[in-house]
């Protein structure tokens, strides 16, 4: 029988851009597979990579030359925005315009990526799954120019526009088993576990309390949540997964970067 | 643009009492466009009425008068028309063109006031903030392309905020300078502006340390 696959954000970013071996690695695996994705990460692929890009857009309109604009990416941008942007840069400056130094050409390079080609690389050959969450803000437009696009990414604790706390309650009993689990020695130096678990305690109280910044905190574990029972959960986020998916039973198998290998299924 | 303007003018309209079997008095005033060649012909001495028509008739010269009395009969007149007050109705338009781009111009103004705020609500995200405040700076540079009834403080209070803008970066940007910024929008809005307000524009910017002059930071 065929494998399913539920794909995270990291996944969908290198299935664009990464080292030649992880992409081989995905090929494969994704090729033998039913590969699934949830609206959730489409948000989470809008709000970080295709954001950076437009980003990076504008600091090359706004500089005289790609080298000032590039400057000014490396000092705001955050290390994982650095790695996916260095990723990005090293497909741009494949364009020998580019390479040359051509501002106009990467104006139009970007703007191409960010409206719609990396959307098309991120939907195909994959289904999305049931959307329980219905987060609005994963139907954020970039044709829709760029303003509108930040507008509609945007959330707010106290804008009703999906339906998290809904979905997190009827997951009420996970949550508990994830606080328990953030109890135990094992992962009392793991901070962003320490982090996780704390706010599901938040949550617990009140369900509103996932919404707005919140919601990009709870990230890994409401991806975890969504995992369809017979799917397996696919990324490359070792660190940030395992406590999760072990606490709420989510079938996960890992792909390290710097030593892909295809995974037992 | 060889016959720009036909007025007729009649003094039995203007009086009030024009009727059906006066027509043959009516003296009509046709007006043209001065041509190179009517330029070399006219006499230094004429001297031109004054335009009732403003400036845009300035360059008009009407060089004839013909009078309809001294036509032949039997040649067709022109229908009875409703006189037109020229000078009125093209004052109104020109009012009306103001208007709407005086309205423009605030519509504009009131979407840099939103991006702005904008800016100042996702402070935090820098990515969020760095695309707002470039749309900032994309949104105020297409006042100029508004062809509003120019008042020079008003220019001076726009250039003066698109200066700050281009030499500040939203990653070294405060929440106070976003602040002091809407505070100069808010002032541009009044449109009509006198010196006194391009000033205080200009404290306004240098006491939140926004550089409208390029500057080695």
């Not at chain 1, 991806?223 to 039973?249: G, M, Q, R, W």
């Not at chain 2, 008739?57 to 039997?74: H, I």
């Not at chain 2, 281009?166 to 002032?187: F, M, N, P």
Request: with cysteine.
């Amino acid at each position: 029988m065929e494998k399913k696959v539920q794909l995270d954000t990291t996944i969908q970013i290198y299935r664009a851009f990464s080292h030649s071996s992880v992409k081989r690695v995905l090929v494969k695996i994704l090729s033998q597979c039913q590969v699934f994705v949830s609206r959730y990460v489409l948000y989470e692929f809008k709000r970080t990579l295709i954001k950076a890009v437009i980003t990076f857009y504008t600091y090359v309109r706004e500089e005289q030359t790609i080298d000032d604009a590039l400057d000014r990416a490396s000092r705001t941008f955050s290390s994982r925005q650095k790695t996916h942007f260095i990723s990005i840069f090293r497909e741009l400056v494949k364009n020998p315009g580019i390479a040359k130094g051509n501002k106009e050409q990467l104006l139009i390079c970007l703007q191409r990526m960010f409206e719609w080609e990396l959307l098309d690389i991120f939907e195909e050959g994959v289904s999305y799954i049931p959307d329980h969450i219905q987060c609005t803000p994963s139907k954020a437009d970039p044709t829709e120019g760029i303003t509108q696009f930040i507008k509609q990414l945007r959330c707010q604790k106290d804008w009703d526009q999906c339906s998290l706390p809904r979905f997190l309650r009827l997951k009420q009993k996970r949550l508990r088993r994830l606080m328990d689990l953030s109890k135990s020695p094992e992962y009392q130096g793991n901070k962003g576990f320490q982090t996780l678990a704390s706010l599901c305690g938040k949550i617990l109280d009140d369900f509103n309390e996932c919404k707005g910044n919140n919601c990009k905190i709870l990230g890994d574990m409401i991806i975890a949540l969504e995992v369809l029972p017979e799917n397996i959960l696919l990324t490359s986020n070792i660190s940030d997964f395992e406590p999760p998916c072990k606490a709420v039973k989510t079938s996960v198998r890992f792909i390290k970067y710097s030593d892909p290998k295809v995974p037992k299924l | 643009m060889a016959a720009l303007l036909d007025t007729i003018d009649t003094t039995t309209q203007r009086d009030g009492k024009r009727e059906a079997g006066a027509i043959s008095s009516l003296t009509v005033t046709t007006w043209q466009l001065e041509t190179e060649v009517d330029k070399g012909l006219r006499e230094t001495s004429q001297k031109p009425e004054v335009s009732r028509l403003g400036p845009l008739a300035s360059d008009l010269t009407y060089p004839e008068q013909e009078s309809m009395a001294v036509r032949d009969p039997q040649t067709p007149m022109l229908p009875p028309v409703t006189a037109l007050v020229r000078d009125e109705s093209f004052d109104s338009l020109v009012s009306s063109i103001a208007t709407y781009a005086r309205e423009e111009v605030l519509a504009h103004l009131e979407s840099v006031t939103k991006l702005l705020t904008g800016v100042k609500e996702s402070f935090e995200d820098e990515m969020d903030r760095q695309i707002l405040f470039f749309e900032v700076k994309e949104h105020l540079g297409k006042l100029w392309e508004i062809d509003f009834p120019r008042n020079d403080y008003f220019l001076q209070a726009v250039s003066l905020l698109e200066d700050s803008l281009a030499y500040t970066k939203s990653e070294d940007l405060s929440k106070e300078q976003v602040e002091g910024l809407l505070e100069v929008v808010e002032i541009c809005k009044r449109v009509d502006l006198s010196i006194n307000d391009v000033r205080r524009c200009g404290r306004i910017l240098r006491n939140r340390r926004i550089a409208t002059v390029p500057t080695l930071s």
